[in-house]
């Protein structure tokens, strides 16, 4: 039920044209980069995914960290904007899945984000490279681990978004710990692990260490998950 | 009111924010990995730069391209939240004031906030190199004209970027959007600096003077930029955008 509430609260505000137009040119950008480079790609080795994600990840990724931003903020400026949360709170409704309502609509629009991407580079795999058997295992892989790490980046900024009444706390918030993402991610292994860090590393980047990482990325989904749940019902709303 | 009092009007506005320490926290991010790293500026990538020029202009370019126009983006929403509570900007409307000089001051603020930045960034440069220096044990500070001359063009060359954010800022009355929007127009930079119609993207200018800096001090050292097509091109796109900007500031609230 809750998620069908928080769907219709979020039908006129734009977040799910913000998402497809996103993930639309976040798909974009592998194929761009591709054409407009394809001597310097083609030439090089490896597997063409592999090749793929090195050039573009960080770009794409920047782009699903900037819609998970934005489309946190949104979600509870509906909630601070006139009030809207009071009322909420007084319906037989529990805090805790007023949250993970969004969450999970935040974590579904996220796949879309994906699977758009993962379209993108099955693409231009086919159109420049050649397309092989041991293909969609890795690219299955790569997606799964990305999910994995960018799960509690997207935990912690609805976490951020709910805890500031002012929405451009939150948004300076989510930017200052992307700017931290460009900066970091070739820092030792405990700085890695910072919400919006972490997305960056790929599978192959990751190489040995990928359990490490995996579970690392489990046990800080869990942990948010328990500090939203504490917070929740600590947090009292002076609107 | 003259412009200038609208400013320091305006100036008055944001004392209360929180707009200052957002400003500086980037920055301090940036620093401190720079200083932990500072040991691999002593084996610079590209031939030719000398390790003391590879710690300032890689410092930099982190700066130039994403935490600088994340910033001025931030700034932007700030500076139109600032007025919609409580219907902040229809008051001001009722005075009379002339709107398109509001929208004018409120861009020098922008401007303002922008020039802080980049004048802390550089304040902050001296004073970590210095403190690189000891750590790494090398001299790690550059010669101060250049970098005065490179970090005010980083802030020259930002100026169209910010009449073009502001821009979307007051026709994008939804934040977000506009917030998403300057975020994701950041992100292909890299991509577009390389083609040859560079200089109609603006926000790649302060990215493209630092790294064809880096060129300069690395393997081409006479390599110059055209300012040719790019000034025209940059002053033109500033004033189109100021224009549109004043023109529409404040066209939904006087409807």
């Known amino acids: ?239 | 009111m003259n412009l200038f009092a609208l400013t320091a009007a305006e100036l008055k506005k944001i004392r209360r924010s929180f707009i200052l320490p957002l400003l500086f926290v980037p920055l301090v991010i940036l620093w401190v990995p720079n200083i932990i790293n500072a040991d691999k500026s002593l084996t610079p990538v590209m031939a030719g730069i000398t390790p003391e020029n590879n710690f300032f202009i890689q410092s930099f370019m982190g700066f130039a391209w994403f935490i600088f126009p994340a910033s001025i983006i931030v700034c932007t929403v700030l500076l139109q939240q600032l007025e919609q509570k409580n219907k902040g900007l229809l008051k001001m409307l009722a005075l009379p004031i002339n709107p398109r000089l509001l929208c004018l001051a409120k861009f020098l603020v922008l401007v303002l906030l922008a020039f802080i930045q980049a004048a802390a960034m550089t304040g902050l440069y001296f004073l970590c190199a210095r403190i690189a220096s000891s750590y790494v044990g090398a001299g790690l500070m550059a010669q101060t004209g250049m970098v005065l001359r490179i970090s005010g063009t980083l802030f020259l060359s930002s100026l169209p970027m910010m009449a073009l954010y502001w821009l979307m800022s007051v026709c994008l009355t939804t934040p977000v959007f506009s917030i998403g929007l300057g975020l994701a127009t950041m992100v292909p930079s890299v991509l577009l600096m390389n083609t040859k119609l560079w200089f109609l993207y603006p926000p790649c200018y302060p990215f493209y003077v630092v790294t064809s800096n880096y060129m300069k001090l690395s393997t081409d050292p006479d390599s110059a930029i055209d300012l040719v097509p790019w000034v025209p091109a940059a002053a033109g796109i500033s004033i189109l955008c100021l224009l549109i900007a004043c023109l529409a500031f404040g066209h939904r609230e006087r409807k």
């Open chain 1, 1 to 239: 039920m809750t998620i069908g509430i928080e769907l219709k609260k979020l039908k006129s505000t734009g977040f799910f044209t913000s998402f497809f137009v996103g993930g639309l040119v976040a798909a974009l950008v592998p194929i761009a980069n591709t054409g407009f480079r394809t001597e310097l790609f083609t030439s090089l080795e490896g597997s063409p995914l592999s090749i793929l994600l090195n050039a573009n990840l960080q770009m794409v990724t920047m782009l699903n960290q900037i819609l998970i931003i934005c489309g946190a903020c949104l979600m509870y400026h509906t909630e601070y904007a006139d009030h809207a949360i009071r009322r909420m709170l007084t319906l037989p409704l529990k805090g805790e899945s007023l949250f993970f309502g969004k969450s999970l609509l935040l974590a579904l629009g996220f796949f879309f984000l994906l699977v758009l991407e993962s379209a993108s580079y099955a693409f231009c795999t086919m159109h420049w490279f050649r397309m092989t058997d041991g293909f969609l295992p890795e690219l299955l892989k790569n997606m799964g681990f990305a999910t994995l790490l960018t799960l509690p980046t997207l935990l912690f900024m609805l976490l951020v978004a709910s805890a500031c009444q002012s929405m451009w706390v939150s948004l300076g918030i989510g930017v200052i710990f992307m700017s931290m993402g460009t900066v970091l991610p070739e820092g030792p292994f405990p700085l890695t692990l910072v919400p919006f860090v972490t997305p960056f590393k790929t599978l192959a980047d990751a190489g040995s260490g990928w359990a490490a990482y995996a579970a690392a990325s489990g046990a800080e989904l869990l942990l948010l998950a328990l500090a939203a749940c504490m917070f929740i019902r600590i947090r009292r709303y002076s609107l």
